[in-house]
Nanobody, 127 residues
Framework: QVRLVESGGASVQAGGSLRLSCAVA????????MGWFRQPPGEEREGVAS???????DYVDSVKGRFIISMDNAKNIVYLQMNSLKPEDTAMYYC?????????????????????WGQGTQVTVSS
């Protein structure tokens, strides 16, 4: 069973940076896709960034050029580097995973294409 634990959420001022981490436990083999999602207060959860085992990435338009997703395969940690933060980035951020023993998974920003979720870490950006 893959387990995910996020960390790194904090309160920052607009223009600042944060790096979120997602520790992945229980992954032993196969292809994977990892994603970061966020849910602002009172809104739907949305996909922010995704990465697959080959290093291909995908981002929602609103974070392109500001956020970078990366995977440290040796440590089994997924990072989300967030730069030039804006108040509208305020949300609970969730790490998500999908592992496949047979398929080469592409990155995805669609929630239904993940089956493991972390508990979330809060990011608050003040103006």
């Amino acid at each position: 069973q893959v387990r995910l634990v996020e960390s790194g959420g904090a309160s920052v001022q607009a223009g600042g940076s944060l790096r979120l981490s997602c520790a992945v436990a229980g992954y032993n083999y196969g292809s994977y896709r990892m994603g970061w999602f966020r849910q602002p207060p009172g809104e739907e959860r949305e996909g922010v960034a995704s990465i697959n085992m080959s290093g291909w990435t995908d981002y929602v338009d609103s974070v392109k050029g500001r956020f970078i997703i990366s995977m440290d395969n040796a440590k089994n940690i997924v990072y989300l580097q967030m730069n030039s933060l804006k108040p509208e980035d305020t949300a609970m951020y969730y790490c998500a995973a999908r592992v496949s023993a047979v398929a080469d998974l592409a990155p995805s920003l669609i929630q239904n294409e993940y089956n493991r979720w972390g508990q979330g870490t809060q990011v608050t950006v003040s103006s």
